[in-house]
């Protein structure tokens, strides 16, 4: 069975960082495509970024280019999401997904980030 | 960026009964590149149907999908009571994927 299990949330001040982490098991994590979505408080799901199986082509929305990094130690079986300049609008539960290179086919629980001073 | 637009935003519905959840697409999603997704309330989503119309792993018959170009369709032909939460369309047509707003399948 896949699990992904993320941590790394919490509340940080506007402008600060944050690194999420979402540890695999039960798959090949190095041959899988991994995506991250976030969730506003009572909004819909809105898709972050992914990373391909080696680390080497990362795609982001435009809300975060420029601010957040996408990356993945296969090593560790673990996916990261380097958060800077945090906003308020960046509030939301974040899920780490993978299992094909336009969506996904599982899911983590997700972490919960709020931005707030 | 391809913008997912679901209709209607809540349908409510009795167990038995049939649901069709519209989403329609800004621009042509080639290669039927569309995903839903079923959420239920404090969980992840849960992956129903890629390319349009293939079911994922474990998703039962009565979850069909349908459409291509910039219409598409999930239909449950017969709701049962798990079946009432939020769904969700996706396209992986371009290189930014996007969701749609979402459709809140509640019980009359």
């Known amino acids: 069975e896949v699990q992904l299990v993320e941590s790394g949330g919490g509340l940080v001040q506007p402008g600060g960082s944050l690194r999420l982490s979402c540890a695999a098991s039960g798959v090949t994590f190095s041959n899988e495509w991994m995506h991250w979505v976030r969730q506003g408080p009572g909004k819909g799901l809105v898709w972050v970024s992914r990373i391909n199986s080696d680390g080497s082509y990362t795609t982001y929305a435009d809300s975060v280019k420029g601010r957040f990094t996408i990356s993945r130690d296969n090593a560790k079986n673990t996916l990261y999401l380097q958060m800077n300049s945090l906003g308020a609008e960046d509030t939301a539960v974040y899920f780490c997904?993978?299992?094909?290179?336009?969506?996904?086919?599982?899911w983590g629980q997700g972490t919960r980030v709020t931005v707030s001073s | 960026e391809v913008v997912l637009t679901q209709s209607p935003g809540t349908l409510s519905l009795s167990p038995g009964e049939r649901a069709a959840l519209s989403c329609r697409a800004s621009q042509t999603i080639n290669n039927n590149y569309l995903a839903w997704y079923q959420q239920k309330p404090g969980q992840a989503p849960r992956l129903l149907i890629y390319g349009a119309s293939s079911r994922a792993t474990g998703i039962p018959d009565r979850f069909s999908g349908s459409g291509s170009g910039t219409d598409f369709t999930l239909t449950i032909s017969r709701l049962e009571p798990e079946d009432f939460a939020v769904y969700y369309c996706?396209?992986?047509?371009?290189?930014?994927?996007?969701f749609g707003g979402g459709t809140k399948v509640e019980i009359k």
């Open positions: 997904g993978g299992g094909n290179s336009g969506y996904s086919r599982y």
């Open positions: 996706q396209q992986y047509t371009t290189s930014l994927l996007t």
